[in-house]
T-cell receptor, first 113, second 117 residues
């Protein structure tokens, strides 16, 4: 029940394409769903986050879609660029942004020029 | 405005030695979280501390691991008698713990990569 399942494990997208990463959870008590971006040798950096009272949140080229009934959320990266090549982690917590984060296993995104 | 700082960035220890990992939170942040990342895995929560208090240690192994966040100085994650399975990247994050969670965020440091020989 504490797991967050993330797919795919790896993703290759052409420059300008749309990258889509999916996550699913079981615990309905989760109330905060962030996405983190991690470059090799660096710590994760918060990209965008959503709460369950909203079905979609957009910031620039990054959009989170949230389906509460299906207990799924996804990250869409529009107009993907080579600089977006990184590992992306979804996470969930209860206790809002201050709760202990439960992470998915990550998706390694490679954007080809 | 410096971000979360961790040192050392790389640490090599032999089996049975002690490892000490340090984390200095962002300025003004008094809440620290420690996470462990095994190769090809996501981060796993270990412990959450405020100044001088352990709030949640539900993710900490029962033996050999301890954490503190003293009134002065950095937070320290201590691993005694390290074993090969302790090899991982250890990240700390800090937050302001604002009254409004919608304005709060966990900011991560660059991590300490521990290798146990």
């Amino acid at each position: 029940q504490q797991q967050v399942k993330q797919s795919p494990q790896s993703l290759i997208v052409q420059k300008g394409g749309i990258s889509i990463i999916n996550c699913a959870y079981e615990n309905t008590a989760f109330d905060y769903f962030p996405w983190y971006q991690q470059f090799p040798g660096k710590g994760p950096a918060l990209l965008i986050a959503i709460r369950p009272d909203v079905s979609e949140k957009k910031e620039g080229r990054f959009t989170i879609s949230f389906n509460k009934s299906a207990k799924q959320f996804s990250l869409h990266i529009m107009d993907s660029q080579p600089g977006d090549s990184a590992t992306y982690f979804c996470a969930a917590s209860y206790g809002g942004s201050q709760g202990n984060l439960i992470f998915g296993k990550g998706t390694k995104l490679s954007v080809k020029p | 405005n410096a971000g979360v700082m961790q040192n050392p960035r790389h640490l090599v220890r032999r089996r049975g030695q002690e490892a000490r990992l340090r984390c200095s939170p962002m300025k003004g942040h008094s809440h620290v979280y420690w996470y462990r990342q095994l190769p090809e895995e996501g981060l796993k929560f270990m412990v959450y501390l405020q100044k001088e208090n352990i709030i949640d240690e539900s993710g900490m192994p029962k033996e050999r691991f301890s954490a503190e966040f003293p009134k002065e100085g950095p937070s320290i994650l201590r691993i005694q008698q390290v074993v090969r399975g302790d090899s991982a990247a250890y990240f700390c994050a800090s937050s302001l713990r604002a009254a409004d969670p919608s304005t709060d965020t966990q900011y991560f440091g660059p991590g300490t990569r521990l290798t146990v020989l």
